[in-house]
């Protein structure tokens, strides 16, 4: 998964922050992945990650290491936020109905700051 990793730069230094999207390549898939990372790109370093083919531990470990946030829909692949920097940002995208936010409390007791995000059609 290390080698598949996309980093993109801002243009220019506003920030030092890091934004990881894990995105899904079938069910629960960010659509409109293009204009996120449009909204952001200019702003902040991007990591778009793909775990669909699997990913050691220690790989993950180093993705995350130094993620300030993380855009995923809901999934396995949220697991990921455990190797985040304290007082980082995890976005959850749900969608279709179906929610959970189970996740929201593993993280937030680790000190990480837990968004769960509906979506509606």
């Given at each position: 998964?290390?080698?598949?990793?996309?980093?993109?730069?801002?243009?220019?230094?506003?920030?030092d922050?890091?934004?990881?999207?894990?995105?899904?390549?079938?069910?629960?898939?960010?659509?409109?992945?293009?204009?996120?990372?449009?909204?952001?790109?200019?702003?902040?370093?991007?990591?778009?990650?793909?775990?669909?083919?699997?990913?050691?531990?220690?790989?993950?470990?180093?993705?995350?290491?130094?993620?300030?946030m993380?855009?995923?829909?809901?999934?396995?692949?949220?697991?990921?936020?455990?190797?985040?920097?304290?007082?980082?940002?995890?976005?959850?995208?749900?969608?279709?109905?179906y929610?959970?936010?189970?996740?929201?409390?593993?993280?937030?007791?680790?000190?990480?700051?837990?968004?769960?995000?509906?979506?509606?059609?």
């Amino acid at each position: 998964c290390v080698e598949s990793v996309q980093v993109l730069k801002p243009a220019s230094k506003m920030s030092d922050k890091v934004v990881a999207i894990i995105n899904r390549s079938k069910s629960r898939r960010i659509t409109n992945e293009e204009e996120l990372i449009n909204a952001l790109k200019d702003r902040y370093t991007i990591k778009l990650i793909d775990f669909d083919k699997g990913c050691s531990l220690a790989s993950t470990a180093y993705l995350m290491h130094d993620v300030d946030m993380l855009i995923t829909p809901h999934g396995s692949q949220e697991g990921a936020a455990i190797f985040m920097k304290d007082n980082s940002i995890v976005i959850s995208i749900n969608g279709r109905g179906y929610s959970e936010n189970w996740f929201g409390y593993p993280f937030t007791a680790m000190g990480r700051r837990f968004f769960n995000f509906e979506v509606c059609n």
